[in-house]
């Protein structure tokens, strides 16, 4: 189960920007996903930038590649004209603390670890985080992906692996990830968000694990926010 742990853990902080009414009227939705990520929406910063205006964003390599994670994970924390599209979703910037459960069934969650996250925004459109538990330490990064009209997920585990997810709204801002490719033959994952409060230093996420058509796992995660970025992930000239 810990393997299992590891590999569904740190997805689960994207998809954070706006509010549910409540749990009915987002199930009501859930057959109803958005696919167009441009749709106006409240709440967008004023500092965020307008969907005609991406030629000078950083372009995605062809490949990701471990060096390409740690190099956006390496640049400091700067939100300042933020594409559109990710801050509408993106996650508190700062330190949070994360209590996961897992079991095999919804009524048996008996599984349950503790993680730490730092979150950042870097060059307008990535945001990028570190994830520990224990000794364990992953590196990931989400982004707005406008050939493919996706949002999209890489992360890199301690062995070097990259996982890949692909996400889209499904209600307002919030956001559902599929898995695309994972170390384990066979597994596919997918993940929404089932609460936020407003001042987003609380969140709650839920998901589930399939091994071909069989859940083999079912995963909550609670987030708390516990403060602002340390100085070493700031520019100097932002702080």
């Given at each position: 189960?810990?393997r299992?742990?590891?590999?569904?853990s740190?997805?689960?902080?994207?998809?954070?920007?706006?509010?549910?009414e409540?749990?009915?009227?987002a199930?009501?939705?859930a057959g109803?996903?958005?696919?167009?990520?441009?749709e106006?929406?409240?709440g967008?910063?004023?500092?965020?930038?307008?969907?005609?205006?991406?030629?000078d964003?950083?372009?995605?390599?062809?490949?990701?590649?471990?060096?390409?994670?740690?190099?956006l994970w390496?640049?400091?924390?700067?939100?300042?004209?933020m594409?559109?599209?990710?801050?509408?979703?993106?996650?508190?910037?700062g330190?949070?603390?994360?209590v996961?459960t897992?079991g095999?069934?919804?009524?048996?969650?008996n599984d349950s670890?503790?993680?730490?996250?730092?979150?950042?925004?870097?060059?307008?459109?990535?945001q990028?985080?570190?994830?520990?538990?224990?000794?364990?330490?992953e590196y990931?990064f989400v982004?707005?992906?406008?050939?493919?009209?996706?949002?999209?997920?890489?992360?890199?585990?301690?062995?070097?692996?990259i996982?890949?997810?692909?996400g889209?709204?499904?209600?307002?801002?919030?956001?559902e990830?599929?898995?695309?490719?994972?170390?384990?033959?066979?597994?596919?994952?997918t993940?929404?968000?089932?609460?936020?409060?407003?001042?987003?230093k609380?969140?709650?996420?839920?998901?589930?694990?399939?091994?071909?058509?069989?859940?083999?796992?079912?995963?909550?995660?609670?987030?708390?926010?516990l403060?602002?970025?340390?100085?070493?992930?700031?520019?100097?000239?932002v702080?």
């Amino acid at each position: 189960m810990k393997r299992l742990v590891l590999l569904f853990s740190c997805l689960f902080l994207i998809g954070c920007g706006d509010k549910k009414e409540s749990n009915e009227s987002a199930e009501t939705s859930a057959g109803s996903v958005i696919e167009n990520s441009e749709e106006e929406s409240e709440g967008v910063t004023t500092a965020a930038v307008r969907k005609d205006d991406i030629s000078d964003l950083p372009t995605l390599p062809e490949e990701i590649t471990k060096e390409f994670i740690m190099g956006l994970w390496a640049k400091p924390h700067d939100d300042r004209g933020m594409i559109k599209e990710l801050a509408n979703v993106c996650a508190r910037e700062g330190l949070w603390k994360v209590v996961t459960t897992m079991g095999p069934d919804k009524r048996e969650m008996n599984d349950s670890s503790e993680a730490s996250m730092t979150v950042k925004i870097v060059d307008r459109r990535f945001q990028v985080w570190q994830w520990s538990v224990d000794e364990h330490i992953e590196y990931s990064f989400v982004t707005y992906d406008y050939d493919a009209k996706r949002y999209r997920w890489w992360g890199v585990l301690p062995d070097g692996f990259i996982m890949e997810w692909s996400g889209r709204r499904y209600w307002r801002n919030l956001l559902e990830w599929e898995t695309v490719k994972l170390p384990e033959e066979g597994l596919a994952m997918t993940i929404r968000e089932t609460r936020i409060t407003e001042d987003r230093k609380k969140l709650e996420m839920t998901g589930t694990m399939k091994q071909g058509d069989e859940v083999v796992a079912y995963r909550k995660d609670e987030f708390t926010w516990l403060s602002e970025l340390p100085e070493e992930h700031r520019l100097s000239e932002v702080k």
